[in-house]
């Protein structure tokens, strides 16, 4: 089958109520009608995921954003910048019914973002309105960065699936709150610093974070217990490295790249939970600048530090 009918064929599964696997730049997603409840709920049930955590909107340009969320010249400065890209924007929802309650977990807003993968921006325009995706492993589990361990994940459930090869960024979107004052809700690939030269200074989640993704205590959970900031394993554990410090095990980088870390991040960490006779996954410091930041945040997350 060629991608034009395989686009054809997602796109009337969703239209059915169906589920899709859809790769984006950032990691392969779970996509769903957003403005079909069943459709959500399939989601939250393949996904295991509570229904409490909203999901983000995916849309194939800022037109179709527009009618659904409401942009402030914030928002404005923002998606010019950087869609279709990785970054998600928490906004004042338009629409209410083109991405439905359960979608939103109940809230006034919506999180909203264009993704720049081909496939994905042709299945949005095919499909022709919001899609939820958010991404296509178990609840808890590491994000699934290839094809293959996306269908491995909730595959079972889905009633067509796209592949479009290895995520290219491996990190999910920064998503950023723009209510009040500006606040950083979860880092990305777009990072701080790029946000606060065109809106000035973020402030911290705390105030709005339930109504981001990706905020729960164990989110991106492997099964093994992880030890952060380690100088090297102990005993039975596995290492998973940064930089030239060599050792048996897993590097995120070899060369300390903060990007090629980021993209390795979450098959590295699948890789070293399914190492045999293991007790834990040790993990290399990662500076904690640019993209470390959100690498260092999915890591706490995964070793169960932040709520």
């Not at 969703?14 to 403005?35: F, H």
């Not at 402030?72 to 338009?94: H, K, Q, S, Y």
Request: proline share 8%; aromatic share 4%.
């Amino acid at each position: 089958m060629d991608a034009t009918a395989d686009i054809a064929k997602a796109a009337a599964a969703l239209k059915s109520g169906g589920l899709v696997i859809l790769p984006t730049e950032t990691v392969y997603g779970l996509a769903a009608d957003a403005a079909n409840p069943r459709a959500v709920a399939a989601v939250y049930e393949a996904k295991g995921r509570p229904s409490f955590n909203p999901l983000i909107a995916h849309v194939a340009d800022i037109t179709t954003a527009r009618r659904i969320a409401r942009f402030d010249d914030r928002a404005e400065r923002l998606a010019a910048a950087f869609w279709p890209g990785p970054l998600t924007l928490v906004l004042p929802i338009a629409d209410e019914a083109a991405v439905c309650d359960l979608a939103r977990a109940g809230l006034d807003t919506v999180a909203v973002r264009a993704p720049g993968h081909p496939l994905a921006q042709a299945l949005l325009k095919a499909f022709g309105g919001p899609l939820v995706a958010p991404s296509a492993n178990r609840s808890g589990r590491p994000s699934p960065t290839t094809f293959a361990d996306a269908m491995e994940e909730t595959g079972a459930s889905t009633a067509a699936a796209l592949d479009g090869g290895p995520c290219a960024i491996g990190l999910e979107s920064t998503v950023v709150a723009l209510l009040d004052q500006p606040r950083l809700l979860r880092p990305g690939a777009v990072t701080r610093a790029e946000i606060e030269a065109l809106i000035g200074p973020l402030s911290e989640a705390e105030a709005d974070a339930r109504r981001s993704p990706g905020r729960l205590t164990r989110h991106y959970a492997p099964n093994l217990p992880l030890r952060l900031n380690a100088e090297e394993p102990r005993g039975d554990e596995v290492w998973l490295g940064f930089g030239p410090r060599g050792g048996a095990g897993f590097n995120l980088s070899p060369d300390g790249d903060l990007t090629e870390a980021a993209a390795n991040l979450f098959a590295y960490l699948r890789a070293a939970d399914r190492s045999l006779g293991a007790a834990g996954i040790a993990v290399a410091p990662i500076p904690d600048t640019g993209l470390g930041e959100a690498i260092n945040d999915r890591l706490r997350r995964a070793a169960g530090f932040v709520g």
